[in-house]
């Protein structure tokens, strides 16, 4: 049973760049049969999908956000990351790793506020 | 920018059963948009349902059906239950990238 665990600062200054780790337990994230995703909900709001990479380290991201956002693996360590890049209030949200979208991390609040 | 409309809320009695709906707005909705359901009940993770339009993962309950109707996918909940209250997501592929309906909250009453 794979299992995902986000992490990362809860609080974030405007203007500064979102930093957050996802490790992965119970599965690799070399095989070739999944992609990882980040997704995010504000509070109170719905889900919105961020991006994905695969094992081969190809990506897609929301083209809303593409020219802010990074996703990278860390294969030895079986850690995905996330960047967001300028951020502001409105990227306050609790942020989700997944595998596919079938397994789901339990989130992580992260608050941009200065 | 691509939007996916869902029904805002949707109230059904137990028992009884409910279709939400998942429109597009570049058209109608087919299987290669590859539709996905959610259920996320208050403070929890949302949970996988459906994928690639009607299949159920393992853990889904028999009750919950995806298909295509008309021009958009569709989620039935067959025999409602009162622990089927929650936000119901679905979620289009369209060409590299996934973009999340608005969610409809499903009131059982």
């Known amino acids: 049973q794979v299992q995902l665990q986000e992490s990362g600062p809860g609080l974030v200054k405007p203007s500064q760049t979102l930093s957050l780790t996802c490790t992965v337990s119970?599965?690799?994230?070399?095989?070739?049969?999944?992609?990882w995703s980040w997704i995010r909900q504000p509070a109170g709001k719905g889900l919105e999908w961020i991006g994905r990479?695969?094992?081969?380290?190809?990506?897609n991201y929301n083209p809303s956000l593409k020219s802010r956002v990074t996703i990278s693996l860390d294969t030895p360590k079986n850690q995905l990351s996330l960047k967001l890049s300028s951020v502001t209030a409105a990227d306050t949200a609790v942020y989700y790793c997944?595998?596919?979208?079938?397994?789901w991390g339990r989130g992580t609040l992260v608050t941009v506020s200065s | 920018q691509t939007v996916v409309t869902q029904e805002p809320s949707l109230t059904v009695s137990p028992g009884g059963t409910v279709t939400l709906t998942c429109a597009s707005s570049?058209?109608?909705?087919?299987?290669?948009?590859?539709p996905n359901w959610f259920q996320q009940k208050p403070g929890q993770t949302p949970r996988a349902l459906i994928f690639?339009?009607?299949n159920r993962h393992s853990w889904t309950p028999a009750r919950f059906s995806g298909s295509l109707l008309g021009d958009k996918a569709v989620l039935t909940v067959s025999g409602v239950q009162p622990e089927d209250e929650a936000d119901y997501y679905c979620?289009?592929?369209?060409?590299?990238?996934?973009?999340f309906g608005g969610g409809t909250k499903l009131t059982v009453l």
């Open positions: 997944a595998r596919d979208f079938s397994d």
């Open positions: 119970g599965g690799s994230l070399s095989s070739n049969y999944y992609y």
């Open positions: 990479i695969y094992a081969s380290g190809s990506t």
């Open positions: 570049t058209g109608a909705v087919t299987g290669g948009y590859y």
């Open positions: 690639s339009t009607n």
């Open positions: 979620l289009l592929y369209y060409s590299g990238a996934w973009v």
